[in-house]
């Protein structure tokens, strides 16, 4: 359970139990968060409590005060949606829009403003006060139409801002009241630093595969009591070729299988009468059906370590969230009948990703880390289910020092396939940037995945002094 902000900045020397009764009881008169209470009584300034913010809830938070957000990434997103969520678009990258939220865990949020935008949601916190006065001043001046940027009151002068302003980005660490505050542990878009070491991928171009595509003739089970989700499933895999059968419950999809074994099955895991993990333990544990790829799908959040746990417990061939991206679900789904029938030849990446593959591989040599950054992200979009290819620019990432990028990155190659070596990279860097639980679970991974290996005991280490 994630200790309680006042808790974390208590431990840490911060404030003093007189300070935090102090917030707390305006919080009473006045409502409000802990964190913007903390603020408004003077107790602490805005960057140490979205420090504290970020350490509790393992996501980078955004110091508003000290950003400057060009108004032009507003475009799209309604004063009204950004009143509703309590949330603001802070930079825009190809697919990607950055948004700061005063509740950047809710799933239903995020998944609410991708829809609206049509973009792919990456998730800041900010303070919920600091926040919601800046959607009305930065709407403000984009209505006047007389400023480039919302500036913070803290933002350094004469800095440059650009085209892109400027975001200062603070992850997972909380100074002691004898570290200096005016030196924080920050990652600022304007403030990339130069490459070390090679990050691994330069001289491994042609390593990057994609599955096989199967088209036609194909049938498909849809497992799920929810009527408008098998018709959307059926509709969408039906241009691609393939039958579809729908099933509104456990028994109706047993009964099915009985008469007609499906090439995939795409189940839903609450399901009335027969639960959908038994269904999908009865599919794996047969002679006759246990070949069968099953991909389960849920409307209840829990990330890839659940998904992992689905897979081994259950047999379960793929775990999704709902809202679903459908072009995910079929890459998934066959992948996995590609892998249940006889081993396919390997595929190298298109010609598209693997061209910029390798001019991102030049510009890295030529002393170019941003047209490297540019190019891998080519290739993702030329090759979008690639998990090398995420790995890959979460390494590079993590190599310009953008660590929630980095991490944004590995977190999407860990989803695709997970594998050891993508955990193990998540793992260090999430024990590096301070997200502390992450970074215990994600070594617990990969000591289950592999504990006989040669770095386990180091393993087993490290997850000891992660221990409180």
Known sequence: MAKRLGEILLEAGLVGKEQLAAALERQERHGGRIGSNLVATQALGERLVVQALSLQQGLPFVVLGASAIPLSVLDGFPVDVARKHSALPIHRDGDELFVVMSDPSRKTARDELGFITGKHIVEHGALRSVLQDVIEEAYALKSAGKARFWEGMDLEPGLDLGENGHLEIVVGRVPSAQSAPSAPEVVSDADLLGLGDDPGWVDDLAQGKVAPQPQGGKQILVVDDEEGIRHMLAAYFSKSGYEVIEAADGQAAMTHMKASLPSAVILDAMLPGVHGFDICRRIKQ???????????????????????????????????????????????????????????????LSAQAEHALKQAAAMFRSGDPMGAVHHLRQAIEAAPFDASLHQRLGLLYEQLKENYRAIASLERAVELACKHEFILALAKLYEKTGFTAKAYEAWERCLRMNPDSPEAAEIRQRMEKLLP
């Open 286 to 348: 047969a002679e006759a059906t246990r070949h069968i790829p099953v991909i389960m799908i849920s409307a209840v959040y829990r990330g890839w370590r659940y998904a992992d746990d689905v897979r081994s417990q259950y047999g379960a061939d793929g775990f999704m969230e709902k809202p679903l991206r459908l072009d995910e679900l079929k890459h998934v789904m066959e992948q996995a009948m590609a892998e249940a029938g006889e081993a396919p030849a390997p595929q190298v």
